[in-house]
């Protein structure tokens, strides 16, 4: 069934979630190749293919090699691959993404503001909670990935 484009149908709140996105990517502290590497576990965890695909692709373009990207689902079983700065993003990322599961917890919150500084937490906290909306809204709405079939 094909579905609506929600921001087709949303351009303000299209507009609203995008200015979100834009202060992430431009006026934040964080590496942009942190922020799309965050982006990349919250939506494997959410499985959405659209934003997978992007952000894979992100990283890639990034000077991201494909092992490493291949590895981010099972990051703490390949740590090697990853700074402390990213593994604690990472695990942050997905306590954040499974609230309802983990309740942010105080271990996972030592971890990560061990290692951000207090802006920088908060502003990682905004982009997972930013990739989480999206996700939302691609699944919800169906949008492809961009990947072509054979």
Not at 76 to 94: G, H, P, V
């Amino acid at each position: 069934m094909n579905r609506l484009n929600w921001m087709e149908a949303a351009p303000h709140g299209a507009k609203a979630l995008g200015g979100v996105h834009h202060y992430i990517t431009t006026a934040t502290n964080l590496p942009s190749q942190l922020i799309h590497l965050v982006f990349l576990r919250v939506s494997q965890i959410n499985g959405c293919a659209h934003c997978i695909d992007i952000h894979a692709r992100d990283l890639m373009r990034g000077g991201m090699s494909v092992d490493k990207v291949m590895l981010v689902p099972v990051w703490d079983e390949a740590s090697y691959l990853f700074s402390d700065q990213e593994q604690a993003a990472l695990a942050w990322a997905e306590e954040v993404t499974r609230v309802s599961e983990t309740h942010a917890s105080d271990e996972a919150y030592a971890v990560a503001s061990a290692v951000f500084e207090p802006r920088d937490l908060v502003d990682l906290t905004i982009a997972i909670a930013t990739m989480n909306a999206f996700n939302r809204l691609g699944i919800s709405f169906r949008l492809p990935p961009a990947a072509k079939g054979p």
